[in-house]
């Protein structure tokens, strides 16, 4: 099946990092030759500036991505589940694909794609067996094709911002990565900056992402950085989190200071309910109802913890500001003023097909614009 | 959960083919602590399964119950049920067994007034039925049977003419036949 595949994509999820199975994943795609995506929490599975990586599915997916699983005519899926904010309508998911799928739960087989090739095995044990059966393929073409469209989609360029001078996720993810060189451990909370940090952060270094996937929980961050850093006292480790996502768990700053755990927390400030915000004006014709917050001024709430607080209003001084931070000894707050009605692009709407996606046009920039 | 529950949209259902339900019978060894039983009833009843019967009792292993299910569903959506079943950690192991491959009893008691009926014709209509009695009051003839789930209903149905005052039935149970050593 994978030899006869004209448009294979491998889907690699959790399972391939929890299995340890990053260099099973790597030889396998290599040899077969075929294009990974990697999920919300597969990401660091395989790393960005791999040349087989082609992004994360779904509803903040890329288009590429999207329109790759959409075309594809073989999905192996490996240590996932086909989570709903990964096949949007599930009916219009993947239409012309086989699906190999390997998990090691048996309840995941045929759950929400009925597969062709169920396996039920660890992710590692799994690829290296197919690995070793395999004929090497070539679908470069495909690959190609792929490419194309994320040119021709330009996907960063997508993602506007009115003010030029307000520092934006983009720059600001980008920045921890080159500062830390890309061996930090980032963790993300639940929301807009979520889906920035999982689109934007260069993934490089194995399993460096860390988020609550779909459990979907607010305040997650700033708990679970203390515990990567304890576990992983080498690594520099960052949280990453909104204004509102920041304030559920915000007493965990006193633990940081009282057991000396070093976590570089970056808070995206926009004043909002950032996702539910878009969710209103999006669906809800900016009816902002409950999202707007004003939230306390963290460098003095940073202060009251008796940790530094660095407050970044303009994008020349993003990098200033990280750089301080990780030079700063002990955890450090950093809070970027972001813009207020910064969106996620692309989105799938709930219940659309993932090749559906609204993306910022100039129409709607000029109408936001009014 | 009984077989008239109003049922909308379950997990699982949109795989399965229409008209394609059959009654499994699910045969569940858990370990008898705190809690465990409940977590098994627990996955049944979340996952709205269609139960036809439950019966639970010590398994021969010490500290092991075995229960013994019965679910009308398509074939699809019982493997995914038996799978979950199974991720419970208490849960040492779960066969689904067809009445091709198992043997599957189920006991009924029937209790009849007596105040209206010879107790010579109730008992030989019991014995045609294959039930015998196990209890008599003044009032009241107590008649056991036991055999398949259908011969059951057969015994249920040949006591209908008689005044039933109550009836109970145990639940299927089943066991694997053993075709080769």
């Known amino acids: 099946m994978i030899a006869q595949a004209k448009r294979p994509v491998i889907m690699a999820g959790h399972g391939v990092i929890l299995s340890n199975a990053y260099a099973e994943l790597k030889a396998f795609a290599e040899k077969a030759s075929v294009p990974v995506i990697t999920t919300l929490l597969g990401l660091s599975a395989l790393s960005d500036t791999h040349p087989l990586h082609i992004g994360m599915p779904g509803m903040h997916g890329p288009v590429h991505t999207n329109h790759a699983i959409g075309a594809a005519d073989l999905i192996i899926g490996v240590g996932m589940r086909f989570d709903d904010r990964v096949t949007g309508d599930v009916s219009k998911f993947a239409p012309y694909a086989k699906l190999i799928h390997i998990d090691i739960d048996a309840a995941e087989m045929h759950k929400v794609k009925v597969a062709t090739v169920p396996i039920v095995a660890d992710a590692r044990v799994a690829l290296a067996a197919l690995t070793a059966t395999l004929e090497a393929g070539d679908h470069r073409d495909w690959l190609g094709e792929i490419r194309s469209w994320e040119q021709a989609s330009d996907e960063r360029g997508k993602q506007l911002q009115r003010s030029d001078e307000l520092p934006d996720p983009i720059s600001i993810l980008g920045t921890i990565h080159k500062v830390t060189d890309g061996e930090a451990i980032v963790v993300s909370d639940v929301g807009q900056h979520q889906m920035w940090t999982a689109r934007f952060y260069q993934w490089t270094r194995e399993n460096s992402h860390i988020t609550s996937g779909g459990l979907g929980t607010m305040g997650f961050a700033l708990p679970a950085a203390m515990g990567v850093k304890m576990g992983v006292p080498d690594a520099p480790v960052w949280a990453v989190a909104g204004d509102g996502g920041i304030q559920m768990n915000i007493q965990e700053l006193a633990t940081l200071r009282q057991e000396g755990i070093a976590v570089k927390v970056a808070i995206m400030n926009n004043g909002y309910l950032g996702m539910v915000r878009q969710w209103q004006q999006f669906f809800h014709s900016r009816n902002y109802s409950e999202t707007p917050m004003t939230g306390p001024d963290h460098v003095k709430l940073a202060d009251a913890y008796g940790l530094k607080g660095i407050r970044v209003k303009r994008r020349e001084e993003v990098e200033p500001a990280i750089r301080e931070a990780m030079a700063t000894e002990g955890s450090v707050i950093v809070e970027f003023i972001i813009e207020p009605e910064a969106n996620v692009y692309p989105m799938v709407a709930p219940g659309k097909a993932i090749t559906e996606m609204i993306e910022e046009t100039a129409q709607e920039k000029a109408n936001d614009d009014k | ?181």
């Open chain 2, 1 to 181: 959960m009984t077989n008239n529950a109003v049922t909308s949209v379950r997990a699982h259902h949109t795989n399965a083919p229409q008209g394609t339900a059959k009654t499994h019978t699910l045969i569940i060894s858990v370990v008898d602590r705190p809690g465990a039983v409940d977590r098994v009833v627990g996955v049944l009843r979340r996952r709205r399964s269609m139960l036809k019967s439950f019966a639970l009792a010590p398994d021969t292993q010490p500290e092991v119950f075995r229960v013994t299910v019965q679910v009308q569903d398509a074939e699809v959506v019982i493997d995914h049920l038996v799978a979950q079943i199974r991720k419970i950690i208490d849960v040492q192991e779960v066969i689904n067994v067809t009445a091709a491959q198992a043997v599957q009893l189920e006991i009924v008691l029937i209790q009849i007034a007596t105040s209206t009926v010879q107790s010579a014709d109730l008992i030989a209509a019991g014995q045609q039925a294959g039930a015998t009695v196990v209890d008599t009051t003044p009032v009241a003839m107590t008649f056991e049977a036991t055999g398949s789930p259908e011969e059951i209903d057969q015994v249920v149905a040949a006591f209908q003419s008689y005044p039933i005052h109550d009836i109970v039935r145990s639940g299927c149970v089943a066991m694997a036949r053993l075709s080769s050593v």
